[in-house]
């Protein structure tokens, strides 16, 4: 299908369907005045993460515990787990609410939902500094890139319009096309760590035009779900390696990588 099609269906869907009139995870009929398009019970039934936090990747610690990481951070530096992020920040666990907006979003052609997202996050940043300390704490927002039939087939790449939504009010700039998904990998559900890291290997490439931008950059990246991390390790360690020009010159990798979703899977301990 092609985009302008599927952007008519859309636009013809609003106009029967308006967007503001339902809430973004359950559906449920409400009004454009709800906070972030939850109706009452899924705002009351989101898992918002104010609770213990692991200090690395921000996932929530469950209340047995007591360390201040979890066990994917605990283990890093050991084998071949190590963290290539700086730090984390999550919105909220990835519950029931949370799974079906990440649903309707990506799947559901509710690309709306993005800009509420991207709010989402936002307010998140701004929970830990003031809007005037976020907007000079990067140099670049960075979305992380699906792989191009994958676009293709869903219209648009759902962390990019997250990743602008809160750039625009963070006031920083956002390099919706620094990186390339640059082949297909297998779904990360069922993998353990070392499978995933495998999976994910060499799937994140920078764009040739735009290796200069990331020398010295503090960068943060933007994504739906963090689970493992596996992920956000691969693109962070390609972001910090350091490059040779075609001159033969050697430049610096990004000097900061950090990643901030809306939703992080709790503390689980794998082997």
Known sequence: ?????????????????????????????????????????????????????????????????????????????????TRAFNKGYACAHYGSVERAVIFAFKYGSRSDIGDILGEILYDRMISECSPDELAGMYDMVVPVPVYAEKRKKRGYNHAAIMAESFAKRAGVRCESELLIRSKSTKPMKGLGPEERKANIAGAFIVRERKMEKISGARILLVDDIFTTGATIDEIAGLLKSSWIDPEGRKHKGASCVDFLAYAAAGDMVVS
């Open 1 to 81: 299908m092609t985009n302008w099609i599927r952007k008519a269906g859309a636009a013809a869907l609003d106009l029967i369907y308006p967007p503001g009139l339902y809430c973004i995870s359950c559906g449920k009929i409400t009004d454009a005045s709800r906070t972030y398009g939850l109706c009452n019970d899924c705002m009351a039934a989101a898992g918002w993460n104010t609770g213990r936090r692991c200090e690395k990747c921000d996932r929530p610690l469950s209340d047995n515990d007591l360390g201040p990481l979890c066990f994917s951070c605990r283990e890093s530096g050991t084998g071949n787990r």
